[in-house]
């Protein structure tokens, strides 16, 4: 069983003209989800609160196309976004992207895959002979719909044999089985995003535990696949540097001394309108979101954010990258954000 089961299910009519849309309508039918059809726009539902709707999309599939034409930057990522996915089933409540999908945060499915594929092999032949790299996960956690989609299996067998590509993903999730098997020629990257005991308990509600996480992190080792973790995001909390310290030993624990992988490590932020979402969703809220004690600062897409001031980040950064040079000999740090 997947690890998302919606509610309900928002299918274009046009979807069906795919073979995933079609396997997508088969397992519904089969596992008696009701899905409403639509045609252009998706459709509106009333409810007695914002946060009421909020949780609804949450839980709703969208079945639809990836229409866009154009894939957008990711930086420092990658160069560009693979949209196959939009949005997340979990509940964490610092979650960036409510600065993106806004108030009503659809699990969007995307079916037309060739479509998406061939716009990939054009960003790749315009930038050879250099490698473009690919993320999969910009604006969403795709392993919580792979079981419906094997979308990201797809995918990790496309870049198998696409020269001058590489594709990478992170994920809360721990449905990689469908993954494990099939050829991926080191050409995928799949990352786990982790974060301490204290903020995973406070705020990331509907998502799996650490542990679990780092089992499936050891089952991607296993299986050949280039391995990173994304710490993320990283908050200067009273008592950060005894939690941090622990969730860098447990990854120590959980994998050989001398397996290789990455390390991303970004810092917690947020934008004026993420704030007003992230509220109105979850009242009492105690994600840290006082402007004074942060730093104004315009992102890659043009808006502004909140960060921690420079000597904030000046102590994170040294704790990270002293801890993870100790710790991890074999690993390498891609970036501090």
């Known amino acids: 069983m997947p690890t998302f089961i919606p509610r309900l299910v928002l299918m274009q009519r046009a979807a069906l ?100 594929f061939h716009q990939a092999r054009q960003y790749v032949r315009q930038r050879r002979p250099q490698t473009t790299i690919f993320e999969g996960a910009a604006t969403s956690d795709p392993v919580a719909v792979e079981g419906w989609t094997g ?19 992170v994920t809360k999730y721990t449905d990689v089985e469908g993954l494990l098997g099939i050829e991926h020629r080191g ?15 406070t705020f990331e509600k509907a998502a799996p535990r650490i542990d679990s996480r780092l089992k499936a992190a050891r089952k991607v080792w296993e299986a050949g696949y280039p391995l990173g973790f994304l710490i993320g995001p ?3 909390f009273e008592g950060w540097r005894r939690e941090y310290e622990r969730l860098l030993a447990a990854i120590r624990d959980y994998l050989p001394e001398d397996a290789t992988f990455t390390f991303e490590l970004i810092t917690h932020r947020f934008t004026s309108r993420a704030k007003k979402i992230i509220q109105e969703a979850y009242p009492g809220t105690e994600v840290p979101m006082d402007e004074r004690e942060r730093r104004f600062r ?40």
């Open 17 to 116: 003209n795919y073979p995933l849309g079609q396997h997508l309508m088969r397992r519904f039918n089969q596992e008696g989800i009701e899905v409403v059809f639509y045609d252009r726009r998706i459709p509106s539902f009333p409810h007695r609160s914002f946060r009421a709707g909020f949780l609804f999309s949450k839980r709703t599939m969208v079945v639809t196309l990836w229409k866009r034409g154009v894939f957008q930057t990711c930086r420092p990522s990658a160069h560009y976004q693979l949209p196959l996915v939009s949005g997340c089933p979990g509940l964490c409540e610092y979650c960036y992207l409510n600065t993106n999908l806004g108030r009503r945060p659809f699990v969007k499915v995307y079916v037309n895959l060739e479509d998406i």
């Open 151 to 169: 979308s990201l299996k797809n995918a990790v067998q496309f870049f198998a044999g696409l020269k001058d590509a590489y594709f990478r993903f």
């Open 298 to 337: 315009y992102g890659q897409f043009g808006y502004g954010k909140y960060v921690y001031p420079p000597e904030v980040m000046e102590e994170l950064q040294e704790f990270f990258y002293a801890r993870i040079e100790e710790l991890f000999p074999h690993a390498r740090i891609l970036y501090f954000v």
């Open 234 to 236: 990283i908050f200067a």
């Open 187 to 201: 050409k995928t990257e799949i990352r786990f995003s982790l974060n301490s005991d204290y903020i995973v308990e």
